[in-house]
């Protein structure tokens, strides 16, 4: 599984849990997260990818969609887990 799923699936099964959703990997998550969701994921993703996020590194931009979600990890130097 690469990053694109794990986030993806993640999403689906763990932070919109009230709705049967299947979430596209260039879609906008607008409406599909709030801000509370948001920092859920991110504590996730800490946990997930073994990174610290800088709560100033947060941008709307990096948390648009899946796609955008997996680049921003990739690029602050998430890598999955073995």
Known sequence: MNIEERVKAHIETELVLDRKIQVELDASLTG???SAGVLELVIWVEDVF?????IDRITPDD??????????????GGK???
Do not use: M, T
């Open 80 to 82: 999955l887990p073995d």
């Open 32 to 34: 599909i997260l709030d």
């Open 50 to 54: 073994g990174f610290s996020v800088a």
């Open 63 to 76: 948390f648009a969609s899946v796609r955008r979600i997996a680049e921003w990890i990739r690029s602050s």
